[in-house]
């Protein structure tokens, strides 16, 4: 797991952007902190891209992140959020291994809507968006063009205004 980041001006003062930071292969260094809070430190390493880290190609871009947290189960997830605080254009991506087969998700038709009208503009700020590999939204993309979505349902016809009942007036 990592985060895609627009823009960053790192503690060193060096800036960059459109980088991939991540903790993977770092260690985690817990310590038991005050009001039981724990200190939660590891190293992010910078890449050029997210093909990069996983490629194993070597960044001598990192440094120190530290945060709080009270529950230490949330491990590496606290240190992302720590940074997604401190550059708030950034955006989780998310690995296809974390990803839950398509074959056990079901979605409904307003929510598949509601997901292509998404894909018209890039995210811009942490919205929960999914960054996708060229090759995932291809598979994505094509998946979806073979999937028949059926016409947006159009206005509730017009009902007939009911006829006023007669009123029968008692004979004296």
């Given at each position: 797991m990592g ?6 001006t790192l503690p ?13 292969n770092?260690?985690?260094y ?11 430190t590891?190293?992010c ?11 194993g ?5 990192r440094?120190?992140v530290?945060?709080?947290v009270s529950?230490?189960?949330?491990g590496?997830q606290a240190l992302?959020?720590e ?5 708030p254009g950034s955006?989780?991506?998310i ?9 056990n998700?079901t979605?409904?038709i307003?929510?598949?809507?509601s997901?292509l009208?998404d894909?018209?503009?890039?995210p811009t ?25 059926p ?7 017009e009902?007939?205004?009911?006829e006023?009942?007669e ?6």
């Amino acid at each position: 797991m990592g985060i895609f980041v627009p823009s960053a001006t790192l503690p060193s003062g060096i800036t960059v952007s459109n980088v991939y930071m991540s903790f993977t292969n770092e260690v985690l260094y817990v310590m038991q902190s005050t009001n039981n809070q724990y200190q939660m430190t590891s190293y992010c390493t910078v890449f050029s891209s997210r093909e990069a880290a996983k490629n194993g190609n070597p960044s001598s871009i990192r440094f120190n992140v530290t945060t709080k947290v009270s529950n230490v189960i949330c491990g590496y997830q606290a240190l992302y959020n720590e940074l997604k605080t401190r550059y708030p254009g950034s955006v989780d991506v998310i690995e296809p291994s974390q990803v839950t087969p398509l074959s056990n998700v079901t979605l409904s038709i307003d929510t598949i809507r509601s997901i292509l009208k998404d894909f018209t503009s890039p995210p811009t700020s942490n919205t929960g968006n999914l960054v996708m590999t060229a090759n995932m939204a291809s598979q994505f993309s094509s998946l979806i063009q073979e999937f028949p979505l059926p016409p947006e349902p159009g206005p509730e016809p017009e009902q007939p205004a009911a006829e006023p009942e007669e009123k029968i007036e008692p004979v004296e």
